[in-house]
T-cell receptor, first 117, second 114 residues
Framework: GAVVSQHPSWVICKSGTSVKIECRSLDFQATTMFWYRQFPKQSLMLMAT?????????EQGVEKDKFLINHASLTLSTLTVTSAHPEDSSFYICSARGTGATYNEQFFGPGTRLTVL | AQSVTQLDSQVPVFEEAPVELRCNYSSSVSVYLFWYVQYPNQGLQLLLKYLSGSTLVKGINGFEAEFNKSQTSFHLRKPSVHISDTAEYFC????????????FGTGTRLQVTL
């Protein structure tokens, strides 16, 4: 139980294009999902908290107009990197908060490797 | 706000030897504590967690950790490591009572060799 998937697992795009990453909770409903960014050999940095049916809460320093987050259903949140540039290349990981007994846990997706050329 | 310190960026160890990965945290409120493992190009997998109760927590793959409130520590231990334990390990903290966000440490690379 508590499986989170991400799609795509990796993507290469040209500078200036937009890329959408999907995060799905496969066997539970997630009212809250989180988006993280991880640079090589570094820790995870929280980008934003996504709540179903409401606007995402972005961490300080994260451009909300560049990283668009939509949490339209209880099983799907999307992160769109708009007008991507090489400096946006990174490993993006989502997580979903558990429910019931696992409410205080986050379940992580496998990550999406974004490379912007 | 919470913060996590993982003092060791890398820990080399021989197979079948014991290992301890250190984690200290700072918080003005009560916390939940977690250890995650990350294999190359993968997401995070929960090893174990401390929410309440017994301060000695046992997790998957033979790992355990002990919550020490007075020393604000949550060190991860394994009595005998395997080559397959080679990975990045992250300690994380969140405030209790609310479903709040995780704050991660910088990670410790465990390198197990023969």
């Amino acid at each position: 139980g508590a499986v989170v998937s991400q799609h795509p697992s990796w993507v290469i795009c040209k500078s200036g294009t937009s890329v959408k990453i999907e995060c799905r909770s496969l066997d539970f409903q997630a009212t809250t999902m989180f988006w993280y960014r991880q640079f090589p050999k570094q820790s995870l940095m929280l980008m934003a908290t996504s709540n179903e049916g409401s606007k995402a809460t972005y961490e300080q320093g994260v451009e909300k107009d560049k990283f668009l987050i939509n949490h339209a259903s209880l099983t799907l949140s999307t992160l769109t990197v708009t007008s991507a540039h090489p400096e946006d290349s990174s490993f993006y990981i989502c997580s979903a908060r558990g429910t019931g007994a696992t409410y205080n846990e986050q379940f992580f997706g496998p990550g999406t490797r974004l490379t912007v050329l | 706000a919470q913060s996590v310190t993982q003092l060791d960026s890398q820990v080399p160890v021989f197979e079948e030897a014991p290992v301890e990965l250190r984690c200290n945290y700072s918080s003005s409120v009560s916390v939940y504590l977690f250890w995650y493992v990350q294999y190359p190009n993968q997401g995070l997998q929960l090893l174990l967690k401390y929410l309440s109760g017994s301060t000695l927590v046992k997790g998957i793959n033979g790992f355990e950790a002990e919550f020490n409130k007075s020393q604000t520590s949550f060190h991860l231990r394994k009595p005998s490591v395997h080559i397959s334990d080679t990975a990045e390990y992250f300690c994380a903290v969140s405030a209790t009572g609310t479903a709040s966000k995780l704050t991660f440490g910088t990670g410790t690379r465990l390198q197990v060799t023969l």
